[in-house]
Nanobody
């Protein structure tokens, strides 16, 4: 199993930028798609962006052109660069990784979440 340690986040003014990072550690056979989700109270967790092993990316419509996901596969880190932040981006952001264990079984792991607040 793996552990996902998130960093970044915090309070930023509208129009500002933040960088989220997620380090994946532990023993697993391979790490496949990595992604970022967000959740606000009373709503379901939503996909923000994801990136595959071959660096193909996909973004939610509400962040296209503003957020960029990237990964350092050698270091098992996934990043989310957030620009032109809006108050509506306020949420808890979660890192996710789809992995394969030594028994060739797929499993997903989550970070603990980090608060992003966009406010003046």
């Amino acid at each position: 199993q793996v552990q996902l340690e998130q960093s970044g986040g915090g309070l930023v003014q509208p129009g500002g930028s933040l960088l989220l990072s997620c380090l994946i550690s532990g023993n697993t056979k391979s790490i496949h798609t990595m992604g970022w989700y967000r959740q606000v109270p009373g709503q379901m967790r939503k996909l923000v962006a994801e990136i595959t092993r071959d660096n193909s990316t996909d973004y939610a419509e509400f962040v296209k052109g503003r957020f960029t996901i990237s990964r350092d596969s050698a270091k098992n880190i996934v990043y989310l660069q957030m620009r032109s932040l809006e108050p509506e981006d306020t949420a808890v952001y979660y890192c996710n990784a789809d992995c394969v264990n030594e028994e060739d079984e797929y499993y997903g792991s989550w970070g603990r979440g980090t608060q992003v607040t966009v406010s003046s």
